[in-house]
């Protein structure tokens, strides 16, 4: 099973910052299948980024992904106050996908 | 508009049966596979398994085999995730979602249901 490791845990932020979220694989993640999520309180997780660096239908150009092989990163170039949430990644390469443990961006 | 509606929010005692279901509108429900996500309380997202509703294969993860069951009936286009025997410790929300960007089953989801809460609770 191949383990996401998350960095950090939390970030506290102010609107208008950049913030970069890591997301490390135990092994190479199978044709670079990442996809990064955000969810808000109360909600279902939302597609941000899917193929590591592809913006789902409707996200905003402010969030890229990036990455290969076991390091992959979320940059969101500019926060908004609706970007703060709780963000996954996932590989879904593998037989038994996984999910990361999350990173949560908190208002500063 | 694709949609995904969960049923309603169940509550049940330790050892009942359940079926939850997430029904399908603005798209072909055969042609692409449909995934199964728990969340526990205050955790995060956990891989179920994926089904595809034009054949009926299934992947599961092996966490999960065993104690749930996931079908779909594609004369309803509606998919299900069943539990024979539950336990305190199936209580979380459960999501499904289409898996829509990427090549049969390795694809990441567009859209997903609303979540149905399940509390198991003696």
């Known amino acids: 099973e191949v383990v996401l490791t998350q960095s950090p845990g939390t970030l506290s932020l102010s609107p208008g910052e950049r913030v970069t979220l890591s997301c490390r694989a135990s092994q190479s993640v199978s044709s670079n299948f990442l996809a990064w999520y955000q969810q808000r309180p109360g909600q279902a997780p939302r597609l941000l980024i899917y193929a590591t660096s592809s913006r789902a239908s409707g996200i905003p150009d402010r969030f890229g992904g990036s990455g290969s092989g076991t390091d992959f990163t979320l940059t969101i170039s500019r926060l908004e106050p609706e970007d703060f949430a709780v963000y996954y990644c996932q590989q879904y390469g593998s037989s038994v996908e996984t999910f990361g443990q999350g990173t949560k961006v908190e208002i500063k | 508009e694709v949609q995904l509606v969960q049923s309603g929010a169940e509550v049940k005692k330790p050892g009942e049966s359940l079926k939850i279901s997430c029904k399908a509108s603005g798209y072909s429900f055969s042609s692409y596979w449909i995934g199964w996500v728990r969340q526990m309380p205050g955790k995060g997202l956990e891989w179920m398994g994926i089904?595809?509703?034009?054949?009926?294969?299934?992947r599961y993860n092996p966490s999960f085999q065993g104690h749930v069951t996931m079908s779909a009936d594609k004369s309803k286009s509606t998919a299900y995730l069943q539990w024979s025997s539950l336990k305190a410790s199936d209580t979380a929300i459960y999501y499904c979602a289409r898996r829509y960007y990427g090549s049969g089953s390795h694809a990441a989801p567009d859209s997903w249901g609303q979540g149905t809460l399940v509390t198991v609770s003696s």
């Open positions: 089904i595809f509703p034009g054949g009926s294969e299934t």
